[in-house]
């Protein structure tokens, strides 16, 4: 089965730049999330998809980070204009369901450097 | 509030001797709790559950964790550690928060196995 695959693996812009992640999640899983993870830290949710609807934004930085998932599958995650403290690795994550006892599963990530 | 911890910011183990990274674990109703393992620029990796059941709970690459509900936590062993277990290992469970079921985080443990 394959799994979470996120592009790129590797950004660096400049601040005030714009920058877009892609994900594809699991084959058939219907919840999608977007964490971003800061050097030591553990992950922070940024948004949850149910299928190609909203389930939770409410860590979204939301005058800059935009996400969709047309068709609720493949989503992307932007950001513009960026800041320096948006460096960090952005990681995308599916599970069969928002469900109490389903494990998500994460992609390799994305490493995002503003300079 | 519904919050994990793991107190502990690195384990150092020598190869072949049992490992304990240690959770606790605060929430409304039952926990559902999960360990993850992320190695250098990787994703994260899931590696075990409780949901329901057997307190002990096995999971990939011979860890198991033990679940315990008087002291609230979900401490992960193995009986040998490789020095190829080191990496960053992270505890979490499923709170309700803002009308949806999020995976509450760790901070992480940094595991190192030495030689």
């Known amino acids: 089965e394959a799994g979470v695959a996120q592009s790129p693996r590797y950004k660096i812009i400049e601040k005030r730049q714009s920058v877009a992640f892609w994900c594809n999640p699991i084959s058939g899983h219907a919840t999608l999330y977007w964490y971003q993870q800061i050097l030591g830290q553990g992950p922070k949710l940024l948004i949850q998809?149910?299928?190609?609807?909203?389930?939770?934004d409410s860590q979204l930085p939301k005058d800059r980070f935009s996400a969709e998932r047309l068709k609720g599958v493949d989503s992307t995650l932007k950001i513009q204009p960026a800041k320096l403290e948006d460096s960090a690795v952005y990681l995308c994550?599916?599970?069969?369901?928002?469900?109490?006892?389903?494990?998500?599963?994460f992609g390799q990530g994305t490493r995002l450097t503003v300079v | 509030a519904q919050s994990v911890a793991q107190p502990e910011d690195q384990v150092n183990v020598a190869e072949g001797n049992p490992l304990t990274v240690k959770c606790t674990y605060s929430v409304s109703g039952n926990p559902y709790l999960f360990w993850y393992v992320q190695y250098p620029n990787r994703g994260l990796q899931f590696l075990l559950k409780?949901?329901?059941?057997d307190n002990l709970v096995k999971g990939s690459y011979g860890f198991e964790a033990e679940f315990n509900k008087s002291q609230t936590s979900f401490h992960l062993k193995k009986p040998s550690a490789l020095v190829s277990d080191s990496a960053l290992y992270f505890c979490a469970v499923r709170g309700f928060m803002d009308s949806n079921y999020q995976l509450i985080w760790g901070a992480g443990t940094k595991l190192i196995i030495k030689p």
């Open positions: 998809f149910q299928n190609n609807g909203v389930v939770d």
């Open positions: 994550a599916s599970s069969l369901s928002g469900g109490r006892n389903t494990e998500a599963f």
């Open positions: 409780y949901i329901t059941g």
